[in-house]
Antibody
Framework: QVQLQESGPGLVKPSQTLSLTCSVS??????????WSWIRQPPGKGLEFIGY???????YYKPSFKSRLSISADTSKNHFSLKLTSVTAADTAVYYC???????????WGQGTLVTVSS | QSALTQPASVSGSPGQSITISCTGT?????????VSWYQQHPGKAPKLIIH???IRPSGVSNRFSGSKSGNTASLTISGLQAEDEADYYC??????????FGGGTKLTVL
């Protein structure tokens, strides 16, 4: 059974880079048909898809993040990472790492990690 | 691209059935059979309860069912229970931005 766990700083200063890692257990990130994704949820608000890196290393970024976003994977450590540059208070959210499959449904989800952007 | 449209809130009494709608366009909900639904309890990660419009993952109660007509998908919960009180989100595949989420619906069990 695949499990995901986010890790990274809970506090980032404005204009700096938000970096998170998602450790995957119970399955390989190189396995076919998996799209290793990031989704975020600002406090009290809804869910927003950010982007993914596929099992083959291809990436997709939601256009509104494209200029600031990088998602990468380390198959030797079986984890994938998110870097979001030039953050503002609007980037404060719970960030979830999730596996997506063809058709765009998400399962399983990590527990989520709150990242606050504040000086 | 705007979010899929869901009612902000719905409510029902224990034992009743409720339906949550999720309205999109022909470029998302209406164009593909790739609608999924998630249940989120406060402080918890979302949980997949329906994918590909009607398919219920193993372990999800058969009180949850999904359907679609045109540009609107629906989640029906029958035999409402107190534990069903949560936020519910729909998503749809879309060629323009991969997936689009609904704004979420808060279900209150009276």
């Amino acid at each position: 059974q695949v499990q995901l766990q986010e890790s990274g700083p809970g506090l980032v200063k404005p204009s700096q880079t938000l970096s998170l890692t998602c450790s995957v257990s119970g399955g390989s990130i190189s396995s076919g048909d998996s799209y290793w994704s990031w989704i975020r949820q600002p406090p009290g608000k809804g869910l927003e898809f950010i982007g993914y890196i596929s099992y083959s290393g291809n990436t997709y970024y939601k256009p509104s993040f494209k200029s600031r976003l990088s998602i990468s994977a380390d198959t030797s450590k079986n984890h994938f990472s998110l870097k979001l540059t030039s953050v503002t208070a609007a980037d404060t959210a719970v960030y979830y790492c999730v596996r997506a499959v063809d058709g765009g449904w998400f399962d399983p989800w990590g527990q989520g990690t709150l990242v606050t952007v504040s000086s | 691209q705007s979010a899929l449209t869901q009612p902000a809130s719905v409510s029902g009494s224990p034992g009743q059935s409720i339906t949550i709608s999720c309205t999109g366009t022909r470029t998302d909900v209406g164009g593909y059979n790739y609608v999924s639904w998630y249940q989120q309890h406060p402080g918890k990660a979302p949980k997949l309860i329906i994918h590909d419009v009607t398919i219920r993952p193993s372990g999800v109660s058969n009180r949850f069912s999904g359907s679609k007509s045109g540009n609107t998908a629906s989640l029906t919960i029958s035999g409402l229970q107190a534990e069903d009180e949560a936020d519910y989100y729909c998503t749809s595949y879309t060629t323009s931005i991969y997936v689009i989420f609904g704004g979420g619906t808060k279900l209150t069990v009276l």
